[in-house]
């Protein structure tokens, strides 16, 4: 039997915010609330709905109370107060899961709900980082999560990605260089179908990022929320029906590029997960993986925000995860996503390959939703200011949108990277037929331009 | 017809934070992406369960796109993405909701949805205070609202109450006599039934408090969760039956005491609403009320943190209000609550009055939850230090519980509040039975510190 470490204390790096988010007095009078004989008049819980039977039948089939056997709470249960963790039944799912797909390799790591990921962003930053502390980033990155590390008030610290992600070099370069007032100690980084990039690091390369984030003593937060829409090596080929005979090689849930997480072995991951591209983005629900000193603050956080998520939503989900589906269901709808998004994937990569040719350079994602073009302009092209915008009417003319590339840049000072030239193209939701007549649409908008296939 | 005035400009007391809040520069493709006939690449959307079809029949039954005539959205659009206001058809609900009961006297207000007061009273917070910053508060005030200020690190600045809440001659007087580096600019208040006191400012002491808000030109966060818990000058009366044959006086939804948001005609007031007392707490779903540029900062918030509500619980409630209840189902269940709170509170404080008679002293709460007791110790008793600690153990010893008032203290030393007589009783959740035991507990508990009826 493997014995594991415990994890470094990272409590002397907290912020004075992180460290005043402590238990709630009033929660030190439960005990005795669950004494036997005790009446308590000490609670302000309230009276809820499902006590007057509005909803039922009407809206919703979930469990009630003593109606029948259910692992999932019931609905009186679900509607009620309860503190920053949640649901049981959805607690012990995600330790399951956890311990089942990415097995964390340190004593003592746990995990909190979150109501997705971008909150569960902000609540990782606040243990760590006042306003106009740096945080490290890819030089690409996600809007949502720029446009909320910009609202807090951090400084980008920009890393240079390829085509597996943050490049290691490039961090250990900008750290050993590094002579900002306050130390770098927060890295933000989306491993697996990156977005914009759709780079998914391997596991050399993750191997060798923890190494160097170790040596510079980092904090990673790992946002993966592609982390199931994985397609191992698997080929782009031309039509459905030859994507299709390629379906066993799916990764499932057990071929999976192993999550940073699953190589920490000091507890300096904190990991984002999310049921947003799993089971719907509007559920609002997600599950955070840490250890625990850091967990317990995010909880203390959970209680003075956002508490937990909904309790319709938790119910709702463990009803789906640990009833209707189990284990086999879980696999069976991963293998259905994944499925999904590689026909999308090699609808839209042969498309553009086909129609496309050389006016771009790709690199064929492995992972997620999102492909990279690099428009080959020429260099005089490059040195034009403004081609980008002329390139961005040209597509709107011809009514396909792609993202330009700067929308992803950290950089606040636009005009650095506004002619960069790069799009980002997705293919979660367009139909497989858009997807090919948006690759003809582009390459009619880049020939003005004077670039051929 | 009258004629409402623009609101306040507070944008000058903004912190940096508020500030930097921005619409997301993405959000400026979304005109491209609804062009007819453009293909877009550009949203990251993501396919949601509900199009796999596994939740129907199992979980839920709500509305599918083109199903059957619904106001309530499709599951579809429940599930996806949708920034950081939330569903139509429930953002139409709060509009009239507001403007039926409220009535804001000026132009120009606006709603968004929060994902419950708590989270709300946060976000309130961010658009005026930094650390270290001051925040008016009554001096014995709602726990989770202490927690939350005190982690985000504001200091503490107290106002005294009675039994119609703040006191607005105490507000001018610590107003008048403020002499901290930064300016008093908050002001955190509990109108209705308020928690822990239960009392409820008077038409006449909200006037005056406003005035006092307005000639120190102060913010009022107004948190009101048990505003619809009224039962206007219902008497307490003994038995049940006679508590029934008062329901006709209860004010229903057209007697309620005025809102101070309904006084506001400066929009100095962010009013946090919640359906946490009305339908359920852990539905987490609430709303926010303000004029718009303070409105609009927090939607900017949102999307850079939680997002919006869950697609669940906003598509359970849009059901539930827009289509099952209406307005007449409404008002029906406020009556329900009335009713049922009106019982709850008339049992306990007759309970109190027949058994534990003078040993405390108590104002009748005309509103929400809560009774608070003040224990009539003896001048040497109130002089014993420990001596609350005594009660608390003797009322443990007797099985019965009652929050100690020092619970509820924003002083951050414990040894100034820990002996004031004070406990705070709920009435919401014990069952009637349970009322009457408590209160001859509590008398016995009393009892044994030479205390009688």
């Not at 005009?415 to 030239?421: Q, R």
């Amino acid at each position: 039997m493997t014995v594991l470490n415990a994890p470094v204390d990272f409590s002397g790096y907290m912020t004075e915010r992180a460290k005043r988010r402590q238990k709630s007095p009033l929660k030190s009078l439960i005990k005795y609330i669950f004494m036997p004989d005790m009446v308590s008049l000490g609670g302000g819980c309230s009276k809820s709905t499902s006590e007057d039977g509005v909803e039922e039948g009407d809206l919703l089939v979930l469990t009630r109370e003593g109606q029948k056997e259910s692992s999932v709470e019931p609905l009186d249960r679900l509607l009620q107060y309860g503190g920053g963790l949640g649901i049981k039944s959805m607690m012990d799912f995600f330790t399951q899961h956890m311990e089942q797909i990415h097995s964390p390799k340190y004593e003592g790591w746990s995990i909190v709900p979150s109501v997705g990921s971008t909150d569960a962003l902000g609540k990782a930053i606040d243990l760590f980082a006042n306003e106009g502390d740096p945080i490290l980033v890819a030089e690409w990155t996600y809007p949502t999560a720029i446009e909320t590390i910009h609202q807090i008030g951090l400084e980008f610290v920009t890393v240079q990605i390829d085509s597996e992600g943050m490049i290691p070099s490039s961090l250990d370069h900008v750290c050993t260089n590094w002579s900002g007032s306050s130390p770098l100690r927060l890295i933000y980084v989306i491993p697996t179908g990156q977005n914009p990039t759709g780079a998914t690091m391997s596991l050399s390369r993750r191997t060798e990022f923890y190494k160097v984030c170790q040596k510079h003593d980092l904090i990673i937060i790992e946002d993966d929320p592609y982390y199931f829409l994985q397609f191992a090596n698997i080929p782009v080929v031309d039509s459905v029906q030859e994507t299709q005979q390629l379906f066993p090689q799916l990764p499932g849930i057990h071929n999976l590029v192993p999550s940073l997480l699953s190589l920490d072995t000091d507890g300096r991951v904190i990991r984002l997960d999310t049921f947003s591209k799993l089971l719907a983005p509007n559920l609002r629900y997600g599950w955070i993986t840490a250890q625990f000193p850091l967990i317990e603050k995010i909880m203390f956080h959970n209680e003075n925000s956002v508490q937990q998520p909904s309790g319709f939503t938790q119910g709702l989900s463990s009803k789906l995860l640990t009833e209707c589906w189990g284990p086999s269901g879980f696999l069976e709808h991963v293998l259905f996503l994944q499925k999904e998004y590689l026909v999308r994937r090699n609808a839209l990569v042969s498309s553009i390959q086909k129609h496309v040719g050389n006016m771009v350079s790709l690199t064929i994602p492995t992972s997620g939703m999102f492909v990279w073009l690099k428009i080959n302009l020429s260099p005089s092209q490059l040195a034009t200011p403004g081609i980008m915008d002329q390139i961005f009417e040209s597509m709107v003319s011809h009514n396909v949108l792609l993202v330009p590339g700067c929308m992803f840049s950290p950089v606040s000072d636009n005009n650095l990277v506004k002619d960069e030239p790069y799009l980002r193209a997705a293919f979660s939701y367009t139909t497989l037929d858009q997807l090919e007549d948006s690759a003809i649409r582009l390459a009619a908008a880049l020939s003005s331009f004077g670039l051929s296939k």
